[in-house]
């Protein structure tokens, strides 16, 4: 069974760069019914879609995101990652990463979540 | 910017059926949003429970019901349990990629 595992930087200074990993476990990365998904939370707020990234290695982000946030895959190693630039207080959060379903658009299968900081 | 939008909280007895609603402020929600519903308990990662506007994800009790009710998704409990009082999130897919979040709506069962 697939599960998912999340990786990475929990404090991370103002002005920097958030780097998380999705390590794929139980399954290859490269299974075709998937794109790869990142999803945060904000202490005591909703969910907040991030972006996917599709198979063909096309990805797409939030409008509100879209000049700073970055996913991609490492197939060989069977991960994929997020990279979040110019970090403010109001990018810390848990962040979920999630496989998606290609055509329902649906998150199929979530990671348990990390926590990130952003504080000096 | 899309916004999607959800009741902030709603209640409901125990044994009793409550309807949470998911709308578009830009306009109707339809089945080509592919509307999905999440259930949230703090301190843990969503639950899939819906998906494709009505299909419920494996191991999801058929209690929990997806629809669309006047222009918006709706989820539907009948017959409410205790350990039905969490946030519920619900998503739509907009079009060129991107997907939207609601606010998620807090529900009580009391």
């Known amino acids: ?120 | 910017q899309t916004v999607v939008t959800q009741e902030p909280a709603f209640s409901v007895s125990p044994g009793g059926t409550v309807t949470l609603t998911c709308a578009l402020t830009s306009g109707s929600v339809s089945t080509s949003h592919y509307p999905s519903w999440y259930q949230q308990t703090p301190g843990l990662p969503p639950r899939t429970l819906i998906f494709n506007t009505d299909i419920r994800s494996s191991g999801v009790p058929d209690r929990f019901s997806g629809s669309i009710l006047e222009n918006k998704a709706a989820l539907t409990i009948t017959g409410a349990q205790a350990d039905d009082e969490s946030i519920y999130y619900c998503l739509l897919y907009v079009g060129s990629g991107i997907s939207v979040f609601g606010g998620g709506t807090r529900l009580t069962v009391l």
């Open chain 1, 1 to 120: 069974q697939m599960q998912l595992q999340e990786s990475g930087s929990g404090l991370v200074m103002p002005s920097q760069t958030l780097s998380l990993t999705c390590a794929v476990s139980g399954d290859s990365i490269n299974s075709g019914a998937f794109s790869w998904s990142w999803i945060r939370q904000s202490p005591g707020k909703g969910l907040e879609w991030i972006g996917y990234v599709f198979q063909s290695g096309s990805a797409y982000y939030s409008p509100s995101l879209k000049s700073r946030a970055t996913i991609s895959v490492d197939r060989p190693n069977n991960v994929f990652s997020l990279n979040l630039t110019s970090l403010t207080a109001a990018d810390t959060a848990v962040y979920f990463c999630a496989g998606a379903h290609n055509w329902y658009h649906y998150f199929v299968i979530w990671g348990q979540g990390t926590m990130v900081t952003v504080s000096s």
